[in-house]
């Protein structure tokens, strides 16, 4: 695992009492998803388990299906782990994004 970071509700800091808990992993290419992606009941809240790759990430930011879903939730994400920096790159990617005239064709 190269990475793991907080998103959602819990990470802008605005959760409820029913909100879930939403964990991204981002695992090296061509390493397996480890068999507890997914959700799980855990004292009594949601927690979802997502995984990707940097070559999945990368998309995030230059395909627009995947920019209007994913780009604002990494913005306010907050990394519990990321000893290499690559949770940062893609920070770094969402915080420069700009919904400009190519991404609109």
């Not at 970071?5 to 939403?22: K, Q």
């Not at 990368?58 to 290499?84: F, I, K, N, Y």
Request: with cysteine; aromatic share 4%; glycine share 8%.
């Amino acid at each position: 695992m190269l990475a793991i970071a907080l998103m959602g509700s819990e990470a802008r800091g605005d959760a409820g009492p029913d909100s879930d808990i939403d964990l991204v992993r981002l695992l090296a290419e061509g390493v397996s998803a480890p068999p507890d992606s997914g959700s799980h009941l855990i004292c009594g809240r949601l927690v979802a388990v997502s995984d990707v790759t940097p070559e999945q990430a990368g998309h995030w930011c230059t395909r627009p299906e995947r920019a209007v879903q994913v780009v604002a939730g990494m913005r306010t994400a907050v990394p519990l782990s990321d000893p290499t920096g690559a949770f940062a790159t893609l920070q770094r990617q969402a915080a420069a994004f700009v919904w400009d005239a190519p991404m609109q064709h």
